[in-house]
């Protein structure tokens, strides 16, 4: 009756992972996405190209070497845009080449268009070519559409001058100034970018602060590093238009202040995809930034009809919506499904220096009350540490003054987005700090860290009980 056991739409992580999972339950699987998008977000405009520049960008500039070479030191003086987006096209391409294989491998099948739904179970998929549509009837089906740059109407963007966070990747010329409007994590990774390459950045942001879910010594330790690399940030500054001239674009704000620069990125979050699938006609409907409600097991409010990934809203990233599409596949083919555990969910944000952290912030925990003592390790003091050339990097560890069980890691510098997960597996494991103050780890390496951070913990908890009696 049905042409498929289950239909995905948007090739995207949490799209592939849903396909391939449904299909490894030997499941009859299609997946639909556009042309020109097969890896979804991730591998065409965000994640992928985006890290890949950052790759480029610290390679090129030869900035993780000027401690040892000194501040002069560049791999090449002139980067153009080919230098950055070669290596980027380079890795796209790869990377869609892997998914393409994985998904036939699986035998997923691929279905070229954009898919809205007729009624409940039948999805009409239209190519670029108005006639040229097909239906396809599935017995479940999984959104996993994504999310684009959210535009505000009053900002003219030419993809040019003044352009969204997907624009960015095509500009001509490295811009020698840049307004980022949006201190969010996007516009922080690219203000840090640019401002490496030798870009000055001007960062506008509504709030007073930026990244106000991390915690606040990491995020001062960062803004200390961009100021270094000449970011300018203007906090509790509303833009109130942007001009463009032949020299550039000039933003006023509210306050009066006016910016000149070569370019402005807006980076002020971001759309469900939404209005292409006619949600109505399956008795679904999105809020007003495009987003799904779903269930703990991503079941929209039709039974048969799951959501996934950025489509669903927080914490929209490419890490998560992985796993939400394997286990939303795994609850639409009846298997049983655990509940994803987000206070064991890392967050990285891949700004230069790079900053990762799991669990609880200082403020969080105090805010609760819970009590707890810190734990710190700083790169310098780790032979690793001056091996790499890194002496601003840190490591943080939170833990219950009570059981000694850890509740918190936050991660500033080199490696930062790796090192997370091995106190994400001590939490996981329920584990106290005695593992890391007994282990052996390898040396030099950063991963060390953990133990001098938990030795520090463990030595201001030994001179707390002896104060105590
Ligand atoms: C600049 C940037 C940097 C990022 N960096 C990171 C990072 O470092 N780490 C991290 O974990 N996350 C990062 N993210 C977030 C990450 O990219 C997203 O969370 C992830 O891509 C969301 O996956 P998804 O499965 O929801 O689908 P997406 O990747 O958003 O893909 C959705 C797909 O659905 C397709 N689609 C939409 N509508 C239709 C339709 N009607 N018919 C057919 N196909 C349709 C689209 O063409 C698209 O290919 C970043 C995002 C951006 C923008």
Redesign the pocket.
Known sequence: MYDYDLLV?????????AAIAAAKLDRRVAI???RD???????????????TLREAVLYLTGMTQREMYGQSYRLKDDITVGDLSSRTQHVIGREIDVIRSQLSRNRVTLLI????FIDAHTIS?KGTDEIDERRVHAEKIII????R?ARPGTVDFDGRTVVD??Q?LSLDKIPGSMVVVGAG??GI??ASMFAALGTKVTVVERRDRMLDFCDVEIVEALKYHLRDLAVTFRFRESVLSVGRHNGGTLTLLESGKRLPADTVMY?AG?QG??T??NLANAGLSADNRGRIKVGSDFRTEIDHIFA?????GF????????E??RLAAYAACGEDVHVMRHDLMPI???TIPEISYVGSTEDELTERAVPFEVGVARYRELARGQIVGDSYGMLKLLVSSVDRKLLGVHVFGTGA?ELVHIGQTVMGCDGTIDYLVDAVFNYPTLAESYKVAALDAMNKMRAIARFSG
């Open positions: 739409i948007g090739s995207g992580p949490g799209g592939q992972k639909v996405d556009r998008m097969v890896g979804g977000v991730c591998i065409n405009t965000g994640t992928i190209p985006s890290k268009g954009t898919a809205s998929i996993a559409t994504g999310t740059p966070s997907d960015i994590v996007i990774e690219y980076s971001r995809l939404t292409a699938l996934v990934g950025d489509v669903i914490p929209a990233l490419a890490a998560t919506s992985m939400q599409g990285g944000i891949y987005t």
